[in-house]
């Protein structure tokens, strides 16, 4: 089975600031990781994703997330926080092997960012 | 690449009543996968098409749900006398063959009341 944990409801953080945003996963081959982020009343966008290669992947806004196999996190950063940030955080999974089942991805209850200016 | 979009928005029905979502994939995007989004919740996977065979369907999709991709282009998903328990949003997404990323569409947020 396929899981992923975020284990907080919301991040605090100061405009200007660095956030991270944590996430661990547990998938029985190696894993695809993805973040999404949802702003209110609107679907998810997709920030980044790691597949396989280098550990630290570069995403869209100036995110990045590091993959850490030892560890089996994913957890989400970016140097300097906006206020315009502030929004609903999804990590997910997916196992790399595909089946017919293994397309979908599992996600994540959410973290909610706050930035503050 | 105009996107994944899905109609209608939002939709609030009586129990009982039946509902049709439809979802339009990014044109040239093979897979589609329809999610179920509660408040304080991730997305759950509700069921997967590659081209206009349906491969994958969660226990989640109970009898009532339906789900269609006629010639592998858009998608339908009926829900046949709604519960209030079915009150969510529905999140449509699609991929390439190649691509793991999914793509989502706005969602359509369902009231059943």
């Known amino acids: 089975a396929q899981s992923v944990a975020q284990p907080e409801d919301q991040v605090n953080v100061a405009e200007g600031n660095p956030l991270t945003v944590k996430c661990t996963y547990s998938v029985s081959g190696n894993p695809y990781l993805f973040w999404y982020v949802q702003y209110p009343n609107r679907g998810l966008q997709f920030l980044l994703k790691y597949i396989t290669g280098d550990n630290l992947v570069k995403g869209s806004y100036g995110f990045e997330a590091e993959f850490n196999k030892s560890q089996t996190s994913f957890h989400l950063k970016k140097p300097s926080a906006l206020v315009s940030d502030s929004a609903l955080y999804f990590c997910?999974?997916?196992?790399?092997?595909?089946?017919?089942?293994?397309?979908?991805?599992?996600f994540g209850k959410g973290t909610s960012l706050l930035v503050t200016p | 690449d105009t996107g994944v979009s899905q109609n209608p928005r939002h939709k609030i029905t009586k129990r009982g009543q039946n509902v049709t979502f439809r979802c339009d994939p990014i044109s040239e995007h093979n897979r589609l996968y329809w999610y179920r989004q509660t408040l304080g919740q991730g997305p759950e996977f509700l069921t997967y098409?590659?081209?206009?065979?349906?491969?994958?369907k969660s226990r989640l999709l109970s009898d009532r749900f339906s789900a269609e991709r006629p010639k592998g282009s858009f998608s339908t998903l009926e829900i046949q006398r709604t519960e209030q328990g079915d009150s969510a949003m529905y999140l449509c997404?699609?991929?390439?063959?190649?691509?793991?990323?999914?793509?989502f569409g706005p969602g359509t947020r369902l009231t059943v009341t």
């Open positions: 997910a999974v997916r196992d790399m092997v595909g089946s017919n089942s293994g397309y979908a991805l599992n």
């Open positions: 997404a699609s991929s390439r063959d190649r691509g793991p990323e999914q793509y």
């Open positions: 098409f590659q081209n206009e065979a349906q491969l994958e």
